[in-house]
């Protein structure tokens, strides 16, 4: 059966009240539209946050709860765990199109049967059902944010505006106000991110609008019925901060969705693939190792875990994301400067991550104890190195690969090094190797480069062989 709340195409969607009437459509409430909306794709199987990785049995199962329960929602969780990106998603939970009057001077996008305010009232009320003409507002326009440092209460709320008073119209009417997004946002979304950091006069008219869903501007009331689901974003430690919030605002939110990282290291490389706006194919072609994508990736969770970060702050999957795209872009960069195709990510690639990290941590002053940004990042490179070699040795054994290595061989790294300089340093490599990395590296010299150098930079994390650095060259010693 055809949901009369959705007609399409929109050619054939009635223009004016009369036929608004006779095709069927029905007046819901916003957050009655997202719930049944919802409802009916949960039922139909279908993916209800797609591209949302590692939240299907923590995160999405909340935020179900809560739009079947019609709840204003706030999203905790520190940086980079998507809380802006599912506030977004929420828009398609709303109809494609709902009608509205489309009359002059109207400043909310009135519902056709009940409006709100005293224009819309007024010309309903002068007007028969087929001189009132009727558009359609997609789902797309009925959702608005705002991030709250420097957010005023007129930019959200409204204010008296002063050119309607010098054209005569009195203060103590609806017409002499400017409307700011929120009651704009009738019969929509409005997310308001960093709550905490919100001026306590704009949360105190939030609250009105959650107890009341009015809004009163310099002390006039607005007595009107704004609808509208409200959503917020918040890190914890802000949050919980005595007095950031107002009590009554937290205590009118209906629902709290906590939020975390990747609790897999799986699930993070998962996360880069999907967000990292990188294509490895081309005129210059770069293969990633999965072992490299572990060592990204366990860096990251390494900085997660560190002493030497601010823990409160967090460490966003920007951080990952754009760490992969630099370590692809330096391989590439290695690849046409050398015509090797394709070219393969590197360790020593990873020594061009300090300018996508730097900025995206903040560091502990407590626990640093003024190490500079990059040594917290050498560290986290080096413990991320050393973790997955581990792994790696305790599966496949670490005899058979050091053995390969004869004492008194040196070995330069470096990330403009030809591939074909490693096979001339190593005239053999270990069987395990093909095992160990999936990857045929006693084949193709640019795999095998890739190899050796995270096996040389494991043997050393586990004191197996000395390193050398010198001028932003790296030298391994087997002594």
């Not at 009135?110 to 309903?124: L, M, N, Q, R, S």
Request: glycine content about 8%; charged content about 25%.
């Amino acid at each position: 059966m055809t949901n009369p709340n959705e007609p399409t195409p929109a050619t054939s969607r009635p223009v004016n009240l009369k036929e608004l009437k006779e095709s069927g459509w029905k007046s819901r409430s916003v957050k009655q539209e997202i719930q049944e909306n919802f409802i009916h794709m949960l039922a139909a199987g279908e993916e209800t946050f797609p591209g949302m990785v590692g939240y299907e049995d923590t995160v999405l199962p909340e935020i179900h709860l809560a739009l079947i329960a019609g709840h204003d929602m706030l999203f905790m969780g520190e940086k980079g765990q998507g809380k802006s990106r599912m506030m977004r998603m929420m828009v398609r939970f709303l109809d494609e199109a709902v009608p509205y009057l489309n009359i002059e001077g109207c400043p909310v996008h009135e519902d056709p049967y009940h409006p709100i305010t005293a224009v819309g009232k007024k010309f309903v009320a002068e007007h028969g059902d087929e001189e009132i003409p009727i558009a359609w507002w997609p789902r797309q326009e009925r959702y608005a944010e705002r991030l709250a440092p420097g957010t005023k209460f007129a930019d959200v709320i409204g204010e008296i505006d002063p050119a309607k008073l010098a054209s005569g119209v009195s203060m103590s009417t609806e017409e002499a106000l400017h409307f700011g997004l929120i009651p704009r946002m009738h019969r929509g979304i409005f997310a308001m991110n960093e709550l905490p950091e919100l001026d306590e006069l704009v949360q105190v008219g939030l609250f009105n609008m959650l107890e009341e869903r009015d809004v009163q501007i310099r002390g006039y009331p607005v007595n009107f019925d704004i609808d509208l689901v409200l959503l917020f974003s918040a890190n914890p430690s802000t949050f919980n901060r005595s007095g950031k919030v107002i009590p009554q605002l937290k205590d009118r939110i209906g629902t709290v969705i906590h939020t975390h990282y990747p609790r897999q290291r799986d699930l993070g490389i998962q996360i880069i693939e999907q967000e990292a706006d990188v294509t490895l194919d081309g005129e210059y072609p770069v293969v990633m190792p999965y072992f490299m994508k572990e060592v990204l990736e366990q860096i990251t969770e390494a900085a997660r875990r560190s002493k030497f970060v601010d823990q409160q702050s967090g460490v966003s999957a920007r951080f990952s994301i754009a760490n992969y795209s630099t370590v692809i872009a330096s391989a590439r960069h290695r690849g046409i400067l050398l015509n090797e195709r394709p070219a393969v990510v590197r360790l020593s690639d990873f020594g061009h991550i300090y300018s996508s990290s730097l900025g995206k941590l903040e560091l502990d002053m407590m626990g640093s104890h003024q190490m500079s940004e990059s040594q917290v990042l050498d560290a986290l490179i080096a413990e991320a190195v050393g973790t997955v070699f581990q792994e790696y040795i305790q599966e496949h054994g670490l005899e058979q690969i050091a053995e390969i290595f004869q004492k008194g061989v040196k070995i330069e790294v470096g990330d403009l090094l030809p591939s074909d300089y490693y096979g001339e340093r190593l005239k053999r490599v270990p069987p395990v190797w093909d095992r160990a990395f999936e990857v045929n590296a006693s084949e193709n010299p640019a795999m095998r480069a890739s190899c050796v150098e995270f096996v040389l930079a494991g043997l050393y994390a586990v004191d197996r062989i000395s390193r050398a650095q010198q001028h932003g060259k790296i030298t391994y010693e087997f002594e």
